[in-house]
């Protein structure tokens, strides 16, 4: 109960506040999502991927594990939900979104301080946390992006397309800057920081405009199948790789629970960028985010009673 309690109080609600926020304002004042989108797309991301990566603590037997069972898991999400979207028959651009909103997860501004509130007491989960996120971080910008430029007919151009994303540059600049232990001047280091800081509360003020005008009452049947794949799928074959891989203790516990996130904001952020079924992106995200409280605290739960640490 305690954990439900801190997860809800201090994620949930200060995140579900800010979506308010920007939904009200927009009704108000119809704010301009376009300008919203560049914001995010070219400012605050690019900040925010660059400092999660050279802020970092790598270790390379940990990384290693860790990388296998993340390109297992994601590979499978990635065939699991191209056979839904054949499954259930969707045109092009929707299935790229579709796909998008259960590979993607929102590892970083959610998955970051459930983390932390987990595992205060052992501190490798919240490390491998960070890892995950740089590698969600990755994926979005390569696989992600890819899937919203082919769902606009630009399959040939995607290469393009996505080395014109400069979220991208500024991972590849943070791997590098790490790797050689470039130290950043602090006049370039604090904006880098004011800037990432300001992320997630425009982020959500974004999603909240977004969603401003959504008719919640009348929700489309595959946003429910988005949110059972994101919620419910994606912890299930987590769970079975990481038995299968032999992982236990707080490593198991970590990589079980940062597979149960909701779907990625990002994927509502891409989807309004590059215009390809944004409220049906933006719908999936909030879903998946409000019904998230009861799934990650049952998944929490299953971590700690299947991988005790120490057990």
């Given at each position: 109960?305690?954990?439900?309690?801190?997860?809800?109080?201090?994620?949930?609600?200060?995140?579900?506040?800010?979506?308010?926020?920007?939904?009200?304002?927009?009704?108000?004042?119809?704010?301009?999502?376009?300008?919203?989108?560049?914001?995010?797309?070219?400012?605050?991301?690019?900040?925010?991927?660059?400092?999660?990566?050279?802020?970092?603590?790598?270790n390379g037997k940990v990384l290693a594990a860790i990388l296998a069972f993340l390109l297992l898991q994601n590979s499978?999400?990635?065939?699991?939900?191209?056979?839904?979207?054949?499954?259930?028959?969707?045109?092009?651009?929707?299935?790229?979104?579709?796909?998008?909103?259960?590979?993607?997860?929102n590892s970083g501004n959610f998955g970051i301080p459930v983390s932390q509130l987990v595992f205060h007491q052992h501190p490798l989960g919240a490390t491998i946390q960070i890892m995950v996120t740089i590698f969600q971080n990755f994926l979005t910008n390569t696989y992600g992006v890819y899937q919203f430029v082919s769902g606009n007919g630009k399959r040939e151009k995607w290469t393009a397309e996505i080395w014109k994303n400069p979220v991208l540059h500024a991972l590849l600049l943070g791997v590098v800057c790490r790797w050689l232990h470039v130290p950043i001047p602090s006049f370039l280091w604090t904006p880098l920081q004011r800037v990432a800081d300001a992320f997630l509360a425009i982020a959500l003020f974004t999603l909240g405009a977004q969603i401003a005008y959504a008719r919640f009452t009348a929700l489309p049947p595959l946003v429910y199948v988005s949110v059972f794949g994101r919620l419910i799928l994606s912890p299930l074959l987590a769970g079975s790789l990481i038995f299968l891989l032999g992982m236990d203790g707080v490593t198991a516990q970590a990589l079980l629970i940062a597979s149960s996130y909701p779907c990625s904001r990002n994927t509502a952020l891409y989807a309004l960028e590059y215009d390809c079924h944004p409220d049906y992106a933006a719908q999936a995200v909030l879903v998946s985010t409000l019904l998230s409280a009861i799934t990650v605290t049952g998944t929490v739960y299953a971590a700690r009673l299947l991988f005790p640490i120490g057990g």
């Open positions: 109960m305690a954990v439900f309690s801190g997860i809800l109080l201090q994620v949930m609600v200060p995140m579900l506040l800010i979506v308010g926020l920007g939904a009200g304002l927009h009704r108000f004042f119809h704010l301009d999502l376009n300008t919203l989108s560049k914001l995010n797309m070219y400012v605050l991301l690019p900040a925010v991927a660059f400092i999660n990566v050279y802020d970092s603590e790598l499978g999400l990635i065939v699991l939900s191209m056979m839904m979207a054949k499954l259930f028959k969707l045109e092009r651009s929707l299935s790229a979104v579709f796909q998008n909103t259960i590979v993607l997860n």
